[in-house]
């Protein structure tokens, strides 16, 4: 019986570019906003193949309308941006990163009160009492 050497290394190198899953690197925050604000749900994700992003609201598909705009970034940096929210926009987010070695997702709630407005009059009604004063 003869044995030989079996001689296996593994070079690990930053950047390494073999495949991975996806990977949450910073996950969504709740919000809670006034309406008329904007909301930005921010998500950073890493992976190899590079993930493809999903947005869901209340398990519906977000798509690019109206007040809804969805970016990304190379370094793997995923935005939705809501204008002018209004109370309809409230609810759970998703957002689901697939790729062909996984799928993960992340999810918040957003909470649009009808706050801002009160805030604004409440400013409003201040600044003309210190001006009449």
Known sequence: LRLYPLLYTHQIIPGDSGPAPPVFTRKLRKAAVGTGCDIRLRVTVTGRPAPTLCWYQNE???????RFSLRTSED????????????????AYVCKVIN??????????????????????????LAEIDHIV
């Open 100 to 125: 062909e070695h996984g799928v993960q997702q992340a999810q918040c709630s957003v909470d649009v009160t009808g706050t801002q407005l009160l805030y604004s009059f409440v400013w409003l009604v």
């Open 76 to 91: 793997g940096t995923a935005e939705l941006r809501i204008t002018s929210a209004q109370r309809a926009d409230s609810g």
């Open 60 to 66: 519906q598909p977000v798509t690019t309308s109206g």
